[in-house]
């Protein structure tokens, strides 16, 4: 893969995992309920949730895209349509209420709450489909190329959440203050992701 697709699919996930969300929410409503331990215990949970579902999208999409190599075009075309959807409902969405996702202070009850936020979350899934063929080359190997991304992605995400982890103290007001500013840049930036996308031509 050219280190140009790989800088810009890495810029891209830091400004995605930036954005809040559902494991973001977990993870800031029990870093400030509880202290940053139980922040990054939530982030535990959450992360390992994240590595079989990238698992499951590079296998199943590697697959695919091996068996009939026109299905690039189409996979990636699919993708864009979802992230338009995503960033539309972002930008609809209600400020998040970080009030309803903590749980007691326990740290096994806090790790599984996490785990189960992003398992049970279809969309997940959903967006690591139509978000990893995007920075494909189809001229590659796409398990080694997918499998690549997800660990850049994982890497990234995982960082970025135990930031939030820590920093939670801090952020907490601002995000129940501009919560719904924060969903409408969440929204923006998937929104303008889909378009660069869409418009990008293959070599």
């Not at 995992?17 to 559902?22: E, I, K």
């Not at 930008?91 to 189960?116: D, E, F, M, V």
């Not at 796409?142 to 959440?161: E, G, P």
Request: net charge positive.
């Amino acid at each position: 893969m050219a280190l140009e697709l790989l800088l810009a699919f890495a810029a891209a996930s830091a400004l995605l995992a930036l954005m809040p969300g559902p494991n973001v929410a977990v993870i800031v409503a029990n870093s400030v309920a509880y202290g940053p331990r139980y922040g990054l215990l939530a982030v535990a949970g959450t992360s390992s949730a994240m590595i079989p579902q990238l698992a499951i999208v590079t296998l199943g999409l590697s697959a695919a895209l091996s068996i009939m190599a026109e299905w690039f075009e189409v996979v990636r075309w699919v993708g864009v349509i979802y992230l338009v959807y995503l960033g539309i409902e972002a930008w609809r969405a209600p400020p998040p209420n970080l009030n309803a996702t903590a749980q007691p202070k326990s740290p096994i009850a806090i790790y599984a709450r996490g785990a189960l936020v992003s398992l049970t979350n279809p969309k997940t899934l959903l967006f690591f489909g139509a978000f990893l063929p995007q920075f494909v080359d189809p001229k590659g190997d796409a398990t080694t190329q997918l499998a690549t991304l997800s660990v850049i992605f994982f890497t990234i995400a995982v960082t970025i959440d135990c930031s939030w982890a820590l920093l939670a103290g801090k952020v907490r007001p601002t995000l129940a203050r501009f919560g719904r500013w924060t969903n409408r840049v969440t929204g923006g930036v998937l929104l303008t992701a889909a378009a660069t996308l869409a418009l990008a031509r293959r070599p």
